[in-house]
């Protein structure tokens, strides 16, 4: 035990990311009036430089003060009414957050399950569009809890505009890591958020909607801090509903300059593909198996199953105290047999090398390598 504290500690977890220098000053600013025209100005760049992420000329993005999970609940607030149906694409534990809260918001729901690892097959999400009618098909882009990306949204884009059904996606853990063009691909609502791939600090979120999403928005029994439509009305001017977490956006912004202005988002999707191949690759080589088939793995989560007789806490443990580096456990069933790594925001190849060499001297310590 070398007695780190949170000083020389680097975290790879799959949200927060660490921040860089620029985005942690720009966060230090003074506060402003969110009323004021200053505040507009930032707004309006925040919201201009967002759309070049989603890839969306509509305009319609939504910036809300709350984690992913609030720009999740919203879409879904404000997308489906009580007694509607909706489809849901579940891959684990993000995709059972959408059920659940699709139910507390009344609908109907059906779900379609991935086995552990993978994507539910295409096939079965047309047998199952070509059966019912629904109001709306929900899905995770990348599904966090098990390292898994859906590669065919825009498939099934095109199947659910055949059903009559808007197509919604959560892309927290994915946007501007993993190819996503909201415009072109024909999506109808993604939710997403400022503290993983953008490389902002936590407390922002974001709902992108199509023009025909956002003509069908839903209001009624939507509580106020839920209901996209009063950030519509104000994000015309340039403002919030309520008070924003003004000094986050101060953050974001520089986040998205240097996202969308100097990296750029193919450079950003890139760079992190790169740094997760490195670490598939020399996970393998240290007798680790991603928990995702191949074509679905993830380039945002990278998910490794451990040997059987070997727990995640104990390798995360000795990885914190012995290379001053974290990463995650699994959640759910998975808690204890998979880690998880965040490859977010501004972590690099040189940072892979380190989290190799952190799970091969963790692995050796606990018995596992
Ligand atoms: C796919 C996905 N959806 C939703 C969430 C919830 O986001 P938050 O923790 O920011 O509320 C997460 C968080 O990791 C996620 O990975």
Excluded at 157 to 175: F, H, M, P, T
Excluded at 206 to 228: H, N, Q, T
Excluded at 342 to 368: C, F, H, P, Q, W
Aim: net charge neutral; glycine share 10%; charged share 25%.
């Amino acid at each position: 035990m070398t007695g780190r504290t949170a000083v020389n500690i680097k975290y790879f977890v799959p949200g927060p990311t660490e921040l860089c220098e620029r985005v942690l000053k720009a966060t230090s600013t003074q506060v402003i009036s969110h009323r004021s025209s200053k505040f507009r100005e930032i707004f309006n760049e925040v919201r201009d430089l967002l759309a070049g992420v989603y890839a969306t000329d509509s305009g319609n993005i939504a910036i809300l003060t709350g984690s992913g999970t609030l720009a999740v609940n919203s879409m879904i607030y404000g997308i489906m009414k009580p007694g509607e149906r909706a489809l849901v694409i579940s891959h684990g534990e993000f995709g059972e957050r959408i059920v659940r809260a699709l139910q507390a918001r009344g609908c109907l729901v059906d779900v379609l399950r991935s086995k552990e690892g993978d994507v539910v097959d295409l096939n079965e999400v047309r047998e199952a569009l070509g059966k019912t009618s629904y109001r709306a098909i929900f899905t995770t882009h990348t599904e966090t809890s098990t390292g898994v990306t859906t590669r065919y949204l825009p498939e099934i884009a095109e199947e659910a505009k055949a059903n009559g059904a808007l197509i919604c996606v959560d892309a927290v853990s994915s946007l501007a890591g993993e190819p996503l063009k909201m415009d072109d691909w024909g999506l109808d609502a993604v939710s997403s958020c400022s503290q993983k791939c953008i490389g902002a600090p936590p407390g922002l979120s974001f709902v992108a909607l199509s023009d025909e999403a956002l003509k069908s928005l839903r209001s009624d029994g939507v509580p106020p801090y839920l209901d996209l439509q009063k950030y519509f009305e104000y994000s015309k001017d340039g403002e919030t509903p309520f008070t924003p977490a003004v000094n986050i956006i101060y953050g974001l912004l520089e986040a998205l300059r240097i996202l969308v202005l100097e990296e750029g988002v193919e450079g950003r999707i890139s760079r992190l593909g790169e740094v997760s191949e490195k670490l598939y690759s020399g996970a393998e080589s240290l007798g680790l198996t991603p928990l995702a088939r191949r074509d679905v793995r993830s380039r945002t989560v990278v998910a490794l199953k451990l040997p059987e007789n070997i727990q995640a806490s104990r390798v995360i443990k000795e990885m914190r105290e012995e290379c001053g580096i974290v990463i995650a456990r699994g959640m759910g069933n998975l808690r204890e047999k998979i880690v998880r790594v965040g490859v977010m925001g501004y972590i690099t190849s040189k940072d892979a090398d380190a989290i190799l060499e952190g799970l091969e001297i963790a692995l050796r310590r606990v018995g596992g390598a």
